[in-house]
T-cell receptor
Framework: QQPVQSPQAVILREGEDAVINCSSS?????VHWYRQKHGEAPVFLMI?????EQKGHEKISASFNEKKQQSSLYLTASQLSYSGTYFC??????????????FGQGTELSVKP | DVKVTQSSRYLVKRTGEKVFLECVQD?????MFWYRQDPGLGLRLIYF???????EKGDIPEGYSVSREKKERFSLILESASTNQTSMYLC??????????????FGPGTRLTVL
């Protein structure tokens, strides 16, 4: 089953923060985050593994709550370049599944000047 | 530089036609995937392959088949195209766990319209 992302869409002003959630009904081993800009291929942002720490760069980070089977992506002080559709992809209980992921339906993020 | 290419960016076909979508990668990755992307539904896995001549069904394989005769090439086949197969099709590759980064690399996509 597809993980559920929320919200489905969000509009921000430059400099504002946003949180995108990804929830699964199945036990998770890993959560991957991707961003797709309009007309382009999805690009990998980060992976979170069961038992791992919160990952991220300066202003984009993510957490993984194994108990709740949920991951959250945090975008801080958003920039225009953050606009796009964000997807979470969930991996199963074994990492040795050839990288197979089940993706959520996506969250469309628009950052306005 | 990592590269995944797809044979066409845009394709228009008629109902009932046999359609071939090709994906080629130059990264020597074992695993390759075909997704379709529809608004509000995200990326849904059609088929994947973890080795030459090996394939497994994804979540929505009906109406599709695949072929992987060489490691670098993974083809998606629509045996008899129908209008509900109008969509964006994305190919992706992945290296075996522990042998590189953890990311899937995506091609640019093929927007298929079936009339």
């Amino acid at each position: 089953q597809q993980p559920v992302q929320s919200p489905q869409a969000v509009i921000l002003r430059e400099g504002e923060d946003a949180v995108i959630n990804c929830s699964s009904s199945k036990a998770l081993y890993s959560v991957h985050w991707y961003r797709q800009k309009h007309g382009e291929a999805p690009v990998f942002l980060m992976i979170l593994l069961k038992g791992g720490e919160q990952k991220g760069h300066e202003k984009i980070s993510a957490s993984f709550n194994e108990k709740k089977q949920q991951s959250s992506l945090y975008l801080t002080a958003s920039q225009l370049s953050y606009s796009g559709t964000y997807f979470c992809g969930t991996g199963g209980v074994s990492y040795n599944q050839g990288g197979k992921l089940i993706f959520g339906q996506g969250t469309e993020l628009s950052v306005k000047p | 530089d990592v590269k995944v290419t797809q044979s066409s960016r845009y394709l228009v076909k008629r109902t009932g036609e046999k359609v071939f979508l090709e994906c080629v990668q130059d990264m020597d990755h074992e695993n390759m995937f075909w997704y379709r992307q529809d608004p509000g539904l995200g990326l849904r896995l059609i088929y994947f392959s973890y080795d030459v001549k090996m394939k497994e069904k994804g979540d929505i394989p009906e109406g599709y088949s695949v072929s992987r005769e060489k490691k670098e090439r993974f083809s998606l086949i629509l045996e008899s195209a129908s209008t509900n197969q109008t969509s964006m099709y994305l190919c992706a590759t992945f290296h075996q766990p522990g042998q590189g980064s953890n990311e899937q690399f995506f091609g640019p996509g093929t927007r298929l319209t079936v009339l």
